[in-house]
């Protein structure tokens, strides 16, 4: 890496400018040593946890590890762990599937200098539309039925988050608290509608809160493992083509570059004759239309239903696609590398995965919720990693042209 | 700003103040009267008042009271539906239903939380830090309350424990926010992770699945001996909890200190103007990381009162959202104490309506729960007049 070093005098954009031109100045100061280094900085410290409170970090960790599947990819896994590695490494891609979706969703807008915290809401109204859609027009051939249901979930989480994007755009409000408020107004209409006697309560249970069934004509193939014990669903290839659209986007495009040129100076990009209010509007659509997608993935492939209490439990993963997008640097690569790192680092520390003799399923959890507030943590203040960076860097030339004068390395 | 106005057209904005207030108040009679204990069995008294409403509130319009006026007319038509509606259901639901002094008391209990959340959200915001991380906060203070509480057996202690912790946390936002010049929206979504899992992980490794035990020493109620006997008011706040009478004391208290004294003045300037501050002699930095660390002790007691004092015991997660209602109310209320504790109490009363409305209609009880979320949306938004943060909101600020 040391070969795309910057001049010190690069890192002064660090702290100046919009979200989006933050970033850019973090993309260019430290290539992909940072954000792995801020993921080891964060695993050391869930680690310094497991210590202080009694546990061994290298068995745990360890436990994860083979929790989440992906000794599957190791050469030397024997082949009487392999099924069941399989089967983990299964559950750690299907997490992975919304988890780039929701990541892309939070990084598009990032590339607009847009914040959407919105995920959560988008996802859920995602997830109504294509349950709704799903459990109804039995009658319809599988493969309308399917593309009818995913797009409406897409376009559910698009109209969300455009609420968020025409009033950013129209009368300025802050998309940070429009999109918040926004999360929560779709977590009640949810609870509003699977309660019992709500509008859309299963037919079939009438004492359940929970919705109708996905009819087996509109759930997602599974390609790889045993449907009846949520093998792997199609949906990773729409999260993979999504990557790819997202960086054709964003790189071969004259909508990306004008996305791009808003969030890196929305006043030049006025002044270029681009119309930084429709790209407002525009990009907090596509924005939820991603995390649309994300819901309209996970009900279509291996949920089918959604009860009023996973309404609740569902809510952290706008919040996982925020830690996917800033550690994936925004970038069409990074986001997807991250987003395996923390779909294995759910699925590892999963009920389902983890070994309960060696650490408690439910403690490893919350250690991942640890592990992901630090790094989002740690992204916020990019210049601690890149502060570190340097002083490294600084030893090892041992150069004396006097400390640059970022306020971090002093 | 507003000062210029009132100068200009001096006697005109007056009345429209006042006709704005007036009609806001005849929207909630008109609904009131149809309710018990008055129990109006017919409409046209309630349509009369909401009609006077109304008109009130075009009054204000006119006179340029924009929030004043639509705030008028909401009442008015809120006031005409609920009326209708309260005619045109049983007597016996309705007393079941609304039962004032009981309703009074579930407000105040749901709004305690709300109100010490969004003080310490007005006080880190006033000096020109986000907190998007009072729900981590208030979680905070939440579990490590009832820990305290329970390690030391005194709740007094409990209460120390989670304002130390609930400073703790507010510690790192400044550090990360002020002195790292980290981006403050992110920095605080990081922490409201963190907070979750560190209290979720402490909670599960010391009580297990067993949860905290039930005999807690919780925070008491006050009994107001003379307050008891009187019939409706001895009802409604005679045997209110202690920190629901702090977090009143703290509204008035908070500004007084924001607008009647000097420090309260840098404060605000320094959320402002920090660079104009800087230059009058005032300590920028040192006071961000006060403000940002009292908001964090306010916002642990909001969560210590749900645990140590309102159920007395703690589950992973406990605070539901109630940091971002608290946000939610901070920019409802404009940035005031007085305006946030309107919004809390507000919020607090939609709450207490959701848990009692089932009697009618089960499905549409839980939709009241969206209330705060729409209302705020509906401020920022501008179409009640526009809510404005302070100057510089979420500007790290660079000494020369």
């Known amino acids: 890496m040391s070969g795309a070093a910057p001049a010190p005098d690069d890192l002064e954009g660090a702290s100046a400018g919009t979200p989006a031109a933050r970033l850019a100045a973090y993309v260019r100061g430290g290539g992909v040593v940072v954000p792995v280094l801020t993921a080891v900085l964060a695993f050391l410290a869930g680690g310094l946890v497991i210590l202080v409170t009694g546990h061994d970090p290298f068995s745990t960790y360890k436990a994860i590890f083979d929790g989440s599947g992906l000794n599957w990819l190791l050469p030397w896994t024997s082949s009487a762990d392999r099924p069941a590695a399989a089967l983990n490494l299964q559950q750690t891609l299907l997490l992975t599937t919304p988890l780039i979706l929701v990541g892309l969703a939070v990084a598009f807008a990032f590339r607009c200098g847009l914040f959407n915290i919105g995920g959560n809401g988008q996802y859920l109204v995602g997830v109504y539309a294509s349950v709704w859609v799903g459990s109804s027009f039995a009658g319809m051939g599988k493969l309308p039925h399917i593309l009818l249901a995913v797009l409406a979930g897409a376009l559910a989480g698009a109209a969300w988050a455009a609420i968020a994007g025409v009033l950013k755009a129209t009368v300025g409000a802050h998309e940070v608290i429009t999109t918040i408020m926004l999360n929560y107004i779709a977590l009640w209409i949810g609870a509003y509608l699977f309660q019992l006697g709500g509008p859309l309560q299963s037919d079939a249970q009438r004492s359940v809160p929970v919705s109708n069934d996905v009819v087996a004509g509109a759930r997602l193939p599974v390609f790889w493992g045993d449907p009846q014990l949520q093998g792997l669903h199609v949906g990773i290839f729409v999260s993979l083509a999504a990557l790819v659209v997202f960086w054709l986007v964003m790189n071969r495009s004259t909508i990306g570059y004008e996305v791009r040129a808003v969030g890196l100076n929305p006043e030049a990009a006025r002044y270029g004759g681009m119309s930084v209010a429709r790209n407002y509007a525009l990009v907090m659509a596509v924005s939820g239309g991603f995390a649309g997608l994300a819901g309209a993935m996970d009900i279509l492939g291996w949920e089918f239903r959604i009860a009023t209490n996973d309404i609740n439990t569902a809510t952290q993963i706008g919040f996982y696609g925020i830690a996917v997008a800033l550690l994936g640097r925004s970038t069409a690569l990074g986001t997807g590398a991250a987003a395996l790192l923390f779909g294995a680092l759910l699925s590892g520390t999963s009920q389902r995965n983890l070994d309960p003799s060696i650490f408690e399923p439910e403690l490893a959890a919350n250690l991942t919720l640890i592990i992901q507030g630090l790094v989002i943590l740690l992204v916020s203040a990019d210049v601690i990693v890149l502060g570190l960076l340097r002083q490294g860097r600084r030893v090892v030339r041992r150069s004396d042209r006097g400390s640059p004068t970022h306020e971090v390395a002093r | ?400």
């Not at chain 2, 989670?162 to 507010?170: E, K, P, R």
């Not at chain 2, 230059?279 to 909001?302: C, F, K, P």
């Not at chain 2, 109630?322 to 901070?330: D, E, K, S, Y």
Request: net charge positive.
């Open chain 2, 1 to 400: 700003m507003s000062t210029a106005v009132a100068t200009a057209r001096p006697t005109r904005t007056l009345s429209a103040r006042q006709a704005g207030w007036a009609g806001i108040a005849l929207g909630a009679v008109a609904w009131f009267i149809a309710l018990p204990p008055a129990l109006v069995r017919t409409p046209a008294p309630s349509l009369v008042l909401a009609a006077a409403a109304v008109g009130g509130g075009a009054w204000a319009l006119r006179g340029g009271e924009r929030r004043l006026g639509w705030g008028a007319i909401a009442a008015g038509v809120a006031g005409a539906a609920g009326a209708v509606a309260a005619t045109h259901s049983g007597v016996g639901h309705l007393r079941d239903v609304v039962t004032w002094s009981a309703l009074v008391a579930a407000t105040l209990r749901y709004a305690t939380p709300l109100t010490f959340g969004a003080l310490g959200g007005i006080v880190c915001e006033r000096s020109g830090v986000i907190n998007i991380a009072l729900e981590g906060m208030m979680l905070m203070g939440a579990f490590f309350g009832i820990f305290g509480a329970d390690l030391t057996g005194s709740w007094e202690l409990g209460l120390l424990v989670a304002m130390i912790a609930g400073g703790a946390l507010a510690l790192v936002h400044a550090f990360f926010a002020i002195t790292l010049r980290a981006d403050q929206i992110v920095s605080g979504t990081g922490l409201n992770l963190l907070a979750l899992g560190v209290t979720g992980y402490v909670f599960l490794d010391h009580y297990g699945d067993q949860g905290t035990p039930d005999d807690i020493p919780r925070v008491p109620d006050v009994s107001l001996p003379g307050v008891k006997s009187i019939p409706f008011v001895g009802d409604a706040v005679g045997h209110t909890n202690l920190l629901t009478w702090i977090a009143l004391l703290g509204v008035l208290a908070l500004w007084v200190y924001l607008f009647r004294t000097p420090s309260g003045l840098r404060l605000r300037s320094v959320g402002e103007s920090p660079r104009a501050a800087a230059t009058v002699g005032i300590g920028v930095l040192r006071t961000r990381y006060l403000a940002v660390v009292a908001s964090g002790v306010l916002a642990a007691l909001g969560g210590a009162y749900l645990s140590i004092a309102f159920l007395g015991s703690f589950n992973q997660g406990m605070t539901a959202g109630r940091g971002f209602i608290a946000l939610a109310a901070v920019i409802f209320g404009n940035w005031r104490p007085g305006g946030a504790l309107a919004a809390t109490l507000l919020f607090g009363f939609s709450s207490a309506l959701a848990q009692r409305l089932p009697t009618f209609s089960e499905s549409s009880a839980v939709l009241f729960q969206a209330l705060p979320y729409v209302l705020t949306l509906i401020a920022v938004a501008g179409v009640i007049g526009r809510s404005r943060p302070p100057a510089a909101a979420g500007r790290p600020y660079v000494p020369e």
